[in-house]
């Protein structure tokens, strides 16, 4: 009698735990999958369906790789750089960093220059294919102890990126605290560039602040060429860009974000960049979106911001 009860309760406990480590098991729909990034310990959800291949680093949830099948050659939309150490809690050079909850240094040395978002790992909360075989990732981050150390406010942060033959990024705040605060964002993107024929499009008329001189300008010039060190901030703008380069599709932007900085540290500057080896400022340009400098948003408790960005 003993030995049923024994049998019986051996039998009952080894089920329990093979349904738990199933449960444990993440499934991806076809077409994702997650790995360590190259050689690295960076974990990322490659994607890589009839539309595109891209690869997202749970850190930061930040794209690392675009590249749309349609074009002759596949070439990545975005540049990465070959100096990451990808360490811990260093943020990663290349592909579409988010900044958050504050753009550029903060008053208090200590603190992350562009926030905390792209240091953070992140949690992907939803992998779904679409009937057009395309796929959409929801990723998310909250607060913690340790965000409430450097910006006291609950939050939830929601981004959703569309991996099709365009990158659509959904960037949703809600404010779960009970004061309102402020905040600046960008998505910091680089794009992959031959940099001595690129051409910026979608600033002629617009104001700019020159954050190498301190002064405010205005852009004359039909587009932009980039000749030397450039960082400018345009705070208004009307959210449509088009970057033009050699051997390389016209990349189009859009976005419903109302400010742009123009970014590209030329040879002086990037010798002080660790992680920009060799001359390899030469084949990018970071034209980031978002809301920066006079376009800081204020939200309301239990209120919720959303933009949009779109890259084709
Ligand atoms: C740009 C800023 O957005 O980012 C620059 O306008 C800054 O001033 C650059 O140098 C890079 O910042 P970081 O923190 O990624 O080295």
Redesign the pocket.
Known sequence: MWWLFYCVLTRYTQLNLIKKTRSMQKTYPIGIRQEKYLTTNLDVIVVDNQHCYAVIALQGAQVLSFIPKKTMPPTDRLWLSRGNQYTINK?I?GGI?L?FPW??PHSNPNYP??GFARNKIWQCEDIRLEHDQSHILKFKLGHDEETHAVWPYKFVLELTIHCADTLQLDFKLTNLDTAKFDFTF?W?SYFNVDLSSTEIYGLQGLSYID?LTNTTNLQSEQFLMIEREV?R?YPQTHGEYVIQSKAVEPIKITTNTESV?V?N?WIEKSKK?SDVIDEDWKNFV?V?NGQVATAVQTLDVNQTASYQLNIA
């Open positions: 943020a050079r960093p900044c753009f550029g220059s562009h960008a910091h954050q960082d901030i900085v970014w540290p960049l970071c980031e």
